[in-house]
C-alpha cells in the first residue's frame, strides 16, 4: 500500500474555493477502477494562509498511476485543477510506502 500526500496552500479569502474543489472532484463522474482506498484531510491556518493536507491511499503505485492518467484525461476534472485562474497553489506531491 502506498500513501500520497498533496500539501496546498492558499490564502485564507480563497479557502471556500479550494473546498469546493475538493466536493467537486468527489462527483461520481470521477469514479474509475482502480481507486483510492481511503483519504484524510489536514488543515492549518495562520493569519493569512492555510495549508491543506490531503492523504490518499492506493493499494499500490500502478494503482495511483492508473487514477492520475485517469483524471489527466477528464476535461470536467482539469477545469477544477488546472484552470489558469487557479488562487491555491500545490506546494507538494509525495509518495511514501505504507509499512
Known sequence: ????????????????????????????????????????????????????VLDIFYNSIADYEARTAFERRQDDWNAIWFADDIKHTLESVEIYECL
Not at 500520497?4 to 470521477?30: G, R
Open 1 to 52: 500500500m502506498i500513501k500520497v500526500v498533496f500539501t496546498y496552500t492558499t490564502k485564507n479569502e480563497y479557502l471556500p474555493e479550494l473546498m469546493h474543489k475538493f466536493q467537486a472532484s468527489a462527483d461520481h463522474k470521477f469514479n474509475s477502477t482502480p481507486s483510492s482506498t481511503d483519504i484524510k484531510m489536514y488543515r492549518q491556518t495562520n493569519d493569512t494562509t492555510t495549508i491543506i
